[in-house]
């Protein structure tokens, strides 16, 4: 620190301190603006076009070309401008004060100087004699002021022409004005915000099963709104214009469009686990947007009490089932227990319904089987449950262990004919002869059966299998007879009518 500077009053010092950091502030803001004003031209020139959408007249070309045009302009002119920039100095500085204060003989830039002689007290006379002169100046110092520089530079005020044609483009855009911009600055990278160009469309169409409405994208997304994407939709792309093969990309992947003709693209095929779709370009995306994909959930299903026995033999399976978006359908599958030794006629029985459940909600219900026709009624089986959803993903709940309930009969006649086909269940070679003998002693009685014209045509047909054929498939059919006889004439023809009403339900 100079001598002279360290020896004046501190807050002398420190008003010089303050206005030298002024002064510098404001030297430096009008050398940068002297400097980059035609930067400033170029970009409000460009920003005009933009606003007022002119480069897209001309088609897509003429929008990338200006781009370019712009891009290469603003590096060269900003170049050239940082390279004339000079900061000011120290001497620039003190300069600018004492022009600001009309002090003459430059008294500021003397409290840089050093005494030649300082061992002449006559010469220490004057120079401290010269400083008492100068602190009242230093006192009464003003504050710098900024200088207007562009009279020289620009004497037609094309400045201010530019600018009033830049707001008028600015009232002209409304408030679109803000993706105008982004589109004329990077158009094969944006997309104008309010309104999304229609070359870059993507359709997003979930499967009908999950009731969701079809998507359709265009610009780019944001990331704090993703979109959900369930599993199993089917994107649709369509790019037109620009250069190169567009591909769409989920996440890393990358897919290339087909060709529809000059300049339009094209490709469907189901969504991927990603965290953002996107048609790309050139290495340049054109659309992107974050998603969320929503996994498929596999089904579930549930036991919530014990199987319940009604009055004619039907079993009640309480049931809880759920699924994101809903159960398509329900299978029960009956087989005999492996504790049963005797190889009894009669397969497994696989019953499958349809079912309506809510999404991502559990619903209770109690379907109901009337299984006591089968030729294991009175036998331990077990009983599994397998539940459905849209996509084929199942859940299932297995061995549910109970005795098939029999269905009871009050006619003596309907009994008799249970009692005989059991027989023909249990040993269908050796009772075969048997078994038709006492159907022909109860043929011959029609009072049993109160003539019933039906009953006695059904006898008949069962004799004739029995004492005619032997095969495994015709005492089936001679079982299943006999069971529906045995209906017939313990509840006319009430039985048969609900059974098939029920299948025709189901």
């Known amino acids: 620190m100079n001598p002279v500077f360290k020896s004046l009053p501190r807050l002398i010092r420190l008003r010089l301190v303050t206005l030298r950091?002024?002064?510098?502030l404001?030297?430096?803001?009008?050398?940068?603006?002297q400097?980059?004003?035609p930067l400033g031209l170029w970009v409000c020139a460009f920003f005009t076009l933009w606003l007022l959408q002119i480069p897209q007249w001309f088609g897509a070309a003429a929008e990338n070309g200006a781009a370019v045009i712009f891009a290469i302009g603003f590096i060269v002119i900003l170049a050239r401008c940082l390279f004339r920039?000079?900061?000011p100095d120290h001497a620039d500085i003190t300069r600018r004060i004492e022009q600001d204060n009309h002090l003459l003989h430059r008294p500021l830039s003397g409290l840089e100087d050093n005494l030649a002689n300082p061992s002449d007290s006559q010469t220490r006379h004057l120079w401290q004699h010269w400083r008492e002169k100068l602190a009242p100046a230093l006192r009464a110092l003003r504050w710098p002021h900024p200088r207007p520089v562009f009279a020289g530079i620009d004497p037609y005020a094309l400045r201010g022409l530019a600018l009033f044609v830049l707001l008028i483009a600015f009232v002209a855009a409304g408030g679109t004005w803000e993706s105008r911009l982004r589109h004329g600055i990077a158009p094969f990278v944006f997309e104008a915000g309010n309104a999304p160009s229609e070359n870059v469309v993507l359709w997003i169409?979930?499967?009908?099963?999950?009731g969701k409405p079809q998507i359709v994208l265009k610009g780019f997304g944001k990331k704090e709104n993703p979109v959900e994407i369930p599993e199993g939709s089917i994107v649709k792309a369509r790019v037109n214009g620009w250069i190169g093969t567009p591909e769409l990309v989920f996440g890393d992947k990358a897919y290339k469009l087909e060709s529809f003709g000059k300049g339009s693209y094209g490709l469907e095929k189901p969504a991927e686990p990603a965290g953002t779709i996107a048609i790309r370009q050139m290495i340049v995306p054109r659309s992107r947007w974050f998603i969320t994909y929503i996994a498929d959930q596999p089904p579930s299903v549930e036991i919530t009490g014990e199987p319940q026995i009604q009055s004619k033999g039907e079993i009640i399976l309480p049931l809880s089932v759920q699924d994101d978006y809903s159960v398509e359908s329900m299978s029960a599958r009956v087989d005999l227990d492996k504790l049963v030794e005797n190889n009894l006629l009669g397969k497994e029985v696989v019953d499958t319904r349809s079912v309506m459940s809510?999404?991502?909600?559990?619903?209770e219900f109690k379907p109901e089987f009337d299984l006591a026709w089968h030729p294991w009624a009175g036998q331990p089986v077990k009983i599994s449950i397998e539940v459905k959803d849209h996509k084929g993903q199942t859940a299932s709940v297995?061995?549910?262990?109970?005795?098939?309930p029999e269905r009871p009969f009050r006619n003596p006649v309907a009994k008799k004919l249970v009692d005989l086909r059991k027989r023909l269940i249990w040993t269908p070679e050796a009772a075969s002869g048997n078994v038709a003998h006492e159907l022909e002693s109860i043929l011959v009685q029609p009072d049993l059966y109160h003539g019933d014209k039906v009953v006695f045509l059904s006898l008949r047909v069962a004799i004739s299998r029995l004492t005619r054929h032997d095969a495994p498939n015709v005492v089936a059919s001679t079982i299943s007879l006999l069971w529906d006889t045995a209906l017939r004439i313990e509840d006319g023809n009430f039985s048969l009518a609900q059974r098939d009403l029920r299948d025709a339900q189901r």
Do not use: H, N, V
């Open 26 to 33: 404001f030297i430096g803001l009008e050398r940068a603006a």
């Open 85 to 87: 920039l000079r900061l």
């Open 398 to 404: 297995k061995d549910i262990k109970l005795t098939l």
């Open 205 to 210: 169409t979930p499967p009908p099963y999950t």
């Open 35 to 37: 400097s980059l004003w």
């Open 21 to 24: 950091a002024l002064a510098g």
């Open 358 to 363: 809510p999404a991502r909600t559990a619903m």
